[in-house]
């Protein structure tokens, strides 16, 4: 079983940054992708950006291209997120994912085995 815990989270003020972590417990049995969602009350969960595990490949939602890079740190078993110029519309409950079933888009969370507890962020204006 896959652990995954995320760090980083909390509140700024719009303009702000914040990097989030993602370390996991291991990368043996996990495959390909790891990505970021997040949820804000009343909205479904959706991707944010996603990274293939040793690879060079990225991936980012629309909204957030140009302002936030998904990176990894295979020596730690770790994937952040670095958030620059955040948003209010960026608040919201963060969730690292990790283990990919091939077959669809890395933006559909059912494709993801493992989950963390998620992380807060919240941007004021």
């Known amino acids: 079983q896959v652990q995954l815990v995320e760090s980083g989270g909390g509140s700024v003020q719009a303009g702000g940054s914040l990097r989030l972590s993602c370390a996991a417990s291991e990368y043996t049995h996990m495959s390909n992708y790891m990505a970021w969602f997040r949820q804000s009350p009343g909205k479904e969960r959706g991707g944010v950006a996603a990274?293939?595990?040793?690879?060079?490949?990225?991936s980012y939602t629309d909204s957030v291209k140009g302002r936030f890079t998904i990176s990894q740190d295979n020596a730690k078993n770790t994937v952040y997120l670095q958030m620059n110029s955040l948003k209010p519309e960026d608040s919201a409950m963060y969730y690292c994912a990790a283990n990919f079933r091939l077959g669809g888009s890395w933006t559909d969370r059912s494709r993801f085995t493992y989950w963390g507890q998620g992380t807060q962020v919240a941007v004021s204006s």
């Open positions: 990274i293939a595990i040793g690879g060079g490949w990225t």
